[in-house]
Each structure stands twice: as structure tokens, then as C-alpha cells.
């Protein structure tokens, strides 16, 4: 529908490999309305990410609830040195990249050594992604920023041809926004995309106190549930919506039984919803709910068989003890 207007890069280092103006969600509203007439219904935790969901994303992880960031930062630090031993000077591709604040720390071993980088950001918001790489160059001589704003699976087909090993990144527990079967065809994308030597390293959620959970995404500033009711807001302005946030409620609950912590949006009262640019019309009661968010909490030993399954090979793993959140490195051996 909305054209992005890109900012023009005013750095050599800085390069587009996915440079269309084309909104990477410009189709997407046959799936929109698909996802709300669905049972259950649901939409799409893309539409979260937009610059007004993703600000309040970054301040919903500086809450004290919101451990996730904080302890995958503290993995990424204390190990960084680690894995880039292991892994080598190496392009860098991130899954999902927003504005990559763990991922200069991997950058930092490659700049205290003196070395070149090449970084390839995929993310489907085009805005950040221009803003993040200016901030990149800035902060990394070394480092060129390849741009890719699109989804992760066109992204991924996107990236140029190589003849070196890359590491890949998919952090912040975002493989627990995937339902279990999505998640199986997702590393099996990965793993045919990928080339022998490339590696992984994917940062998860592990199952723990519920209290703990429940907590981080039910921060007591708001940030988390003004993130997520922000999607209604994008549905608004994209496809002509007539959404009015206080007629919903955001409802977060972890379930340690099926180690699944689902995000919903419950609409208040009776109420008829429409999307212009569709001519659809969506009645909703009062108590019913909208699917907004899932996000798994993982057995390590269950994640890294479903690695396995895919075709990875494990290496290494590190796991905080307390937060029970973990780093695992895996290659495509």
C-alpha cells in the first residue's frame, strides 16, 4: 500500500542489497484479512515492528522485568571473544537485525583486532535498518553494512554469492515466535540456504519460573502491551482500519505445561471492525480474543535436536544459570 522512501546512503561503506522503495508488506492484506476470519483469529507479530512498535520494543527491554536482552547481552559479552575463535573473521548475516545492540559486541572483537567486516542486516523495517546503518558505520571503520530490508526468507534468498564461510545470527529468542511446525521448516529453509562451514548462532528463551516470565511481558511501565496494541494501530493506518485501542486489552500468560507464553488482544466490548482498503468487515464480542504473539520457551536439549534435525551440527552452548536463557552455536557441517 505506503511506498518506503529510503534514506540515500551518504556512506561508501554503506550498500543496499534490497533497495526497492516496494513496502515489503505491500501484499500482505489477502493474508491480513485471512488471519482475522480465521479460527482462532490472529495477526501477524510482523505488524508489531513497525518504527512506532519497534521504539517501543527497545523500551519495553530497558525495563527491569524484561530480562531477555539484558541476559543474552551479558552471554554475548562475556563470550564474544570465544566465539569469534571459534567461528574466524567471517561476513556477518542478521536475522531480524532492529537496531543491533548485541550485535556490536560480536562487532567490537572484529575492530579491537584491526579487522574488516562485512554485516548484512536484514530487517523488514526498511526506516530502522537506514538509520541502523549510518550508526554502524559511524561507530566501526572497518565495517561495511550491507542492507537487506526485507523479510527473512526473501532476505535470505536475496544475499549475494559467496565463496567463504558466514556467520548467521537470530537472536533475542525470535525462533520462539514460531509455532513448533514453522520452526522445523524455518531451519530447514536455513540450513538449505546455508553452505557448508556457515554457522549459527541463535540466541532462546528456556523454560523457567513462570513468575519470571509473566513478569517481563507484563512490565510495569506498559511498554509491552502499547508494543503489541500498536499493531492495531498499523492495521489502521495501512489498510484504513477503525480500530479504537481502548475497546481492547492486552493479555499475556505463560503456560509452563506447553512451555508457550501467548500474547492476545481482547476486545472489550461488542463491536464491528473494518479495513477499507479491503471492504472488510470484521464483528468482534466482548471477552473475544485476538492472537497476537506467541513465544516458546524452549528445553535446551529439545531446541538442539530440532537443530540437529534440520541438518546442523552442535558446538558449543552457554547458559545462564539463573535467567535460564541460552546462546547456542551450531554449524552447517
Known amino acids: 500500500m505506503h511506498a518506503k522512501i529510503l534514506k540515500t546512503a551518504t556512506n561508501e561503506r554503506i550498500h543496499y542489497v534490497v533497495r526497492s522503495t516496494e513496502d515489503p508488506l505491500a501484499n500482505d492484506l489477502p493474508n491480513v484479512v485471512s488471519n482475522l476470519t480465521g479460527s482462532p483469529k490472529k495477526i501477524s507479530s510482523v505488524y508489531v515492528y513497525d518504527k512506532t512498535g519497534t521504539a517501543l520494543f527497545e523500551q519495553q527491554c530497558a525495563t527491569p522485568e524484561y530480562y531477555l536482552r539484558r541476559v543474552e547481552t551479558e552471554l554475548l559479552i562475556h563470550n564474544a571473544g570465544h566465539i569469534f575463535r571459534l567461528c574466524g573473521p567471517l561476513p556477518i548475516v542478521e536475522l531480524g537485525a532492529g537496531t543491533a545492540e548485541k550485535t556490536r559486541i560480536l562487532l567490537a572483537e572484529y575492530d579491537r583486532r584491526g579487522l574488516s567486516c562485512d554485516y548484512f542486516p536484514i530487517d523488514v523495517d526498511v526506516e530502522t535498518l537506514a538509520d541502523l546503518a549510518q550508526s554502524l558505520v559511524s561507530a566501526f571503520p572497518l565495517l561495511s553494512?550491507?542492507?537487506?530490508?526485507?523479510?527473512?526468507?526473501?532476505?535470505?534468498?536475496?544475499?549475494?554469492?559467496?565463496?567463504?564461510?558466514?556467520?548467521?545470527?537470530?537472536?533475542g529468542s525470535s525462533i520462539g515466535n514460531m509455532e513448533w511446525p514453522d520452526l522445523y521448516r524455518f531451519l530447514s529453509r536455513l540450513f538449505a540456504i546455508s553452505a557448508r562451514g556457515d554457522?549459527?548462532?541463535?540466541?532462546?528463551?528456556?523454560?523457567?519460573?513462570?513468575?519470571?516470565?509473566?513478569?517481563?511481558?507484563?512490565?510495569?511501565?506498559?511498554?509491552?502491551?502499547?508494543?503489541?496494541?500498536?499493531?492495531?494501530?498499523?492495521?489502521?493506518?495501512?489498510?484504513?482500519?477503525?480500530?479504537?485501542?481502548?475497546?481492547?486489552?492486552?493479555?499475556?500468560?505463560?503456560?509452563?505445561?506447553?512451555?508457550?507464553?501467548?500474547?492476545?488482544?481482547?476486545?472489550?466490548?461488542?463491536?464491528?471492525?473494518?479495513?477499507?482498503?479491503?471492504?472488510?468487515?470484521?464483528?468482534?464480542?466482548?471477552?473475544?480474543?485476538?492472537?497476537?504473539?506467541?513465544?516458546?520457551?524452549?528445553?535446551?536439549?529439545?531446541?538442539?535436536?530440532?537443530?540437529?534435525?534440520?541438518?546442523?551440527?552442535?558446538?558449543?552452548?552457554?547458559?545462564?544459570?539463573?535467567?535460564?536463557?541460552?546462546?547456542?552455536?551450531?554449524?552447517?557441517?
Not at 559467496?162 to 556467520?167: E, F, K, P, S
Not at 513478569?215 to 494501530?233: E, F, H, I, Q, W
Open 145 to 171: 553494512v550491507h542492507c537487506v530490508g526485507t523479510t527473512y526468507e526473501a532476505g535470505l534468498r536475496a544475499l549475494p554469492a559467496h565463496n567463504r564461510a558466514r556467520l548467521f545470527l537470530f537472536l
Open 199 to 333: 554457522y549459527l548462532l541463535l540466541g532462546a528463551d528456556l523454560d523457567k519460573n513462570p513468575a519470571i516470565i509473566d513478569s517481563a511481558y507484563n512490565d510495569s511501565a506498559g511498554y509491552g502491551p502499547r508494543s503489541t496494541l500498536n499493531v492495531l494501530d498499523h492495521l489502521n493506518r495501512r489498510y484504513g482500519g477503525n480500530f479504537i485501542l481502548s475497546n481492547f486489552r492486552y493479555r499475556s500468560k505463560y503456560d509452563p505445561r506447553s512451555r508457550r507464553n501467548e500474547v492476545r488482544i481482547e476486545s472489550l466490548l461488542d463491536q464491528t471492525i473494518t479495513l477499507a482498503a479491503a471492504g472488510f468487515t470484521l464483528p468482534l464480542g466482548a471477552a473475544e480474543m485476538i492472537d497476537a504473539e506467541v513465544m516458546l520457551k524452549f528445553d535446551p536439549d529439545e531446541l538442539v535436536g530440532a537443530l540437529v534435525q534440520a541438518g546442523f551440527s552442535m558446538l558449543r552452548r552457554w547458559i545462564d544459570p539463573v535467567f535460564k536463557y541460552g546462546l547456542f552455536l551450531i554449524q552447517h557441517q
